[in-house]
């Protein structure tokens, strides 16, 4: 296992989770009847912008990532933010899961692990 690339692909996953949970918890406040209300309301919320920095943060990362590995071998690893954005929307905000969700959310780690195990080639 490169434990590297793991990292790299776990430190995107972490900024584009939290990024998904900062929109969630921004958007809950949100009331706007079109699209125009919407903009205005999103310019004006901090909690969004952050969220857009996180996820513009993780993009740039993403890159550097592609640029160093097959995309086969890294992009199955990014279904461990469905794991981690479920995780903070229990923790943080209160959300519930159905037992069902958790076991899907084990079949995604199971995968994953198999995935990020597996050895794939440029």
């Not at 943060?57 to 995309?71: F, G, K, N």
């Not at 995780?87 to 084990?106: N, R, S, T, Y």
């Amino acid at each position: 296992m490169n434990w590297s690339r793991l990292l790299e692909v776990l430190v995107v996953v972490v900024f584009t989770s939290s990024g998904q949970l900062l929109l969630r918890l921004g958007a809950r406040s949100l009331e706007a009847e079109n699209l125009g209300q919407l903009i205005q309301t999103v310019f004006r919320t901090p909690i969004l912008w952050a969220a857009v920095g996180l996820y513009g943060i993780s993009t740039l990362l993403w890159i550097r990532v592609l640029s160093r590995y097959p995309v086969g071998s890294v992009y199955p690893m990014v279904a461990v933010g469905y794991v981690l954005v479920t995780a903070g929307g229990v923790l943080f905000l209160g959300e519930k899961v159905p037992p069902q969700g958790w076991i899907a959310l084990a079949v995604i780690c199971f995968g994953t692990l198999l995935l990020a195990t597996t050895s794939v080639t440029q």
